[in-house]
């Protein structure tokens, strides 16, 4: 069985984008593509796709859609102090792990 990797974001964690094109733009993480390091966030990174007219769409045309973007170019905004910040691991008492924003110690789930 393959191992999962583990990153520093999950799906539906608000996120800012540090490097690119969109620099400095924020969104919520709607998908984790893990065999391609990337992530699709909401409203970021959009591109026009040409679409024929077909079984899944009667109508075709120029869609707009979110185009994944790099998990190394995104960076976790914390709910507390809202700034992006980078993610700490520890084991609580009760042996669950959790996640940490590095800047004010706040626990992220």
């Not at 409203?43 to 077909?54: A, D, E, T």
């Not at 075709?60 to 102090?81: A, D, H, R, Y």
Request: overall charge positive; glycine content about 10%.
């Amino acid at each position: 069985m393959a191992q999962r990797k583990k990153y520093h974001i999950r799906r539906d964690d608000t996120v800012m984008v540090i490097a690119g094109k969109e620099k400095g733009k924020t969104g919520k993480i709607l998908k984790i593509l893990p065999k391609k390091d990337r992530a699709v966030v909401e409203k970021v990174n959009f591109i026009k796709r040409h679409m024929r007219p077909g079984h899944h769409s009667r109508q075709g045309g120029i869609v707009e859609k979110e185009n994944p973007i790099q998990i190394s170019n995104l960076m976790l905004v914390c709910g507390k102090c809202t700034d992006p910040t980078r993610v700490g691991r520890k084991v609580l008492e009760d042996g669950k792990r959790v996640r940490y924003c590095k800047k004010c110690g706040e626990i992220l789930e």
